[in-house]
């Protein structure tokens, strides 16, 4: 019997690379649809330990499932006037704080002059326009207006997954073909996200209040908005602390002079480190399991493809991603994507 010959190897990688292009630009070009989605699922996660709890303490199900639901629309919709009022004030502001500027840039020209140092006042002065700071204000928020305006579709899919959670497993089963089967892949998927999220979100709640707190003692206007793009931007490695710094710490320079940035800054700096070195890597344990290399090009490529709310999301999708190809052909991709501190069991049909 005739078999059919196999396409050359140069074929199979330019279809490779083709499918591949495919398959971003169908992201890209379905994100209105995507990224809701994605974050009602991942918010869902969240949700589930308090659902389970509420049940294990007799509630009824659909019970567990609507108080956790409108626990999180309270919260949700009290967050979003608050911030949607101080934003309206900030960019009201901006060009009067644009105007307080200049005393702290003279103020800085003039001692960077002093160690031979020779900056131009206008030149500090145009890196803090007015209007480039509403346009980068407006286009980071812009991502998250998106997901906002789908608020119904987002709320909809998390009590849709909370109400479906119970049940998945045994779905997996039947979807496999075995009633009995080992859906231990799944629970990892489920378990190593819900950890990380917990964390990240518990971590991130810590970085917002004390935030939040520090700045109203400052004295620094808006330290409720302040506070929520430092919990936001926390979900974004690395980058996301340093950005949510950046607008406090100005503020700071031309309410309480250049002694009161600084005092902003060494904050922003040192509770960042204590959460981001000590306690999220103590909590987390080795669940991450990636590398740094990789968190770092899953967040610039996420954010490539879907923006800011991409960054927010590039280390649980990342995560997703290495978990489901451990129990693939494309293990040794797994392994690549892990971190150096993991010791990667040989796999099984190897050591036979």
Not at 187 to 211: E, I
Not at 220 to 236: C, E, K, M, Q
């Amino acid at each position: 019997m005739p078999t059919t010959p196999l396409l050359p190897a140069s074929l199979r990688i330019l279809l490779t690379i083709a499918s591949i292009v495919v398959l971003i630009a169908g992201l890209q070009a379905a994100s209105a649809i995507i990224l809701p989605i994605l974050v009602a699922v991942f918010l869902a996660v969240i949700c589930t330990p308090p659902v389970t709890w509420l049940q294990k303490r007799g509630l009824p199900d659909w019970a567990s499932v609507l108080t956790v639901f409108l626990v999180v629309l309270v919260a949700f919709v009290v967050l979003s006037l608050v911030v949607t009022s101080s934003i309206t004030s900030f960019q009201a502001r901006l060009p009067e704080y644009e105007k307080e500027l200049q005393e702290p840039v003279n103020h800085i020209v003039a001692w960077l002059a002093g160690h031979d140092v020779q900056v131009s006042p206008a030149l500090i002065r145009e890196q803090f326009d007015s209007s480039k700071l509403t346009g980068l204000l407006s286009s980071g928020l812009s991502a998250v207006a998106t997901v906002l305006s789908n608020t119904v579709l987002v709320m909809l899919t998390v009590v849709f997954v909370l109400s479906e959670a119970a049940v998945l497993p045994r779905k997996l089963r039947v979807i496999s073909g075995n009633p009995e089967g080992d859906v231990d892949w799944a629970s990892s998927v489920l378990g190593d996200l819900r950890v990380y999220l917990a964390v990240k979100t518990q971590c991130s709640l810590l970085v917002a209040v004390t935030s939040t707190v520090f700045l109203w003692i400052m004295g620094i206007d808006y330290p409720v908005l302040w506070g929520l793009l430092a919990f936001l931007l926390n979900f974004i490695p690395t980058l996301g602390s340093i950005i949510a710094a950046i607008p406090p710490i100005v503020l700071a320079l031309i309410l309480n002079g250049i002694g009161g940035g600084v005092v902003v800054a060494a904050w922003y700096l040192v509770i960042n480190m204590a959460i981001g070195n000590f306690l999220e890597p103590r909590l987390m344990g080795r669940r991450l399991g990636l590398s740094t290399l990789v968190v770092f090009l899953s967040m610039v490529f996420w954010g490539w493809v879907w923006g800011p709310v991409g960054m927010v999301l590039s280390v649980p999708l990342t995560m997703v991603v290495k978990i489901l190809l451990e129990h693939t052909d494309l293990r040794w991709l797994a392994v690549l994507l892990g971190s150096a501190s993991e010791d990667p069991e040989p796999d099984a049909s190897a050591a036979g």
